[in-house]
C-alpha cells in the first residue's frame, strides 16, 4: 500500500524511496518497530499532532497502536566476550526457526555479526540484519537502519 508519495507498506516491512530505506522482518512479529521508525523517519515532516504516514501504516496493518504508546530505549550493549560453537549453535538454530526465504536467511553473515546476551537471549547484528534468538529478523538496506530497529527493541512483545 502506498502511503505517502515514495513510502510503500507491505506485509512485513516497508520502502521509502525518499529515505532509501528498506525494512523487512522475519519471524515474530515486527511490525510495532516498523511503526516506530516510520514515525520517527517522518516526524519532522508531520509534526507531533498527525504523522500521516505511520497513520496510514497502522491501519494497512491493523495494529492498535498510538503515538504516545512508542518507548524509545537505549541499547546497552552487552557484547559476548567469545563467541564459539555453543553460541554459534543457538544463533543458527533462531535463524532456522524463522519462516524467510532461503535467499534471506543465506545472505546472513553470522560468521562476522556482532554478538550480544539480552534479557531473553543474544542478539546478533550484521551490517544489514538484527536477529534475536527468540525469534525476530530484521533485513535491512542502509546500516542506519540498525540504531533505528534498537532503539525500539523494548515494544517487541514480551520484551
Do not use: T
Not at 521508525?37 to 500521516?52: K, S
Not at 524509545?72 to 552487552?78: I, L, M
Amino acid at each position: 500500500m502506498l502511503c505517502e508519495e515514495k513510502l510503500e507498506v507491505f506485509e512485513n516491512g516497508f520502502e521509502d524511496g525518499k529515505f532509501n530505506l528498506r525494512i523487512e522482518f522475519y519471524g515474530k512479529d515486527a511490525r510495532k518497530i516498523l511503526l516506530a521508525v516510520i514515525r520517527e523517519l517522518y516526524l519532522p515532516d508531520y509534526g507531533e499532532e498527525y504523522v500521516y504516514p505511520f497513520e496510514c501504516a497502522r491501519d494497512f496493518w491493523g495494529i492498535p497502536l498510538e503515538a504516545e504508546e512508542i518507548r524509545v530505549e537505549e541499547f546497552r550493549p552487552n557484547p559476548v566476550k567469545f563467541l564459539n560453537r555453543s553460541v554459534r549453535n543457538r544463533l543458527e538454530k533462531a535463524l532456522e526457526s524463522i519462516d524467510a526465504p532461503e535467499e534471506v536467511k543465506e545472505a546472513i553473515d553470522l560468521e562476522r555479526a556482532e554478538v550480544h546476551k539480552l534479557g531473553k537471549g543474544l542478539l546478533a547484528m550484521g551490517k544489514n540484519f538484527v536477529l534475536l534468538e527468540e525469534g525476530y529478523l530484521f533485513v535491512f538496506n542502509k546500516p542506519s537502519a540498525r540504531e533505528l530497529i534498537l532503539k525500539y527493541l523494548g515494544m517487541l512483545d514480551g520484551a
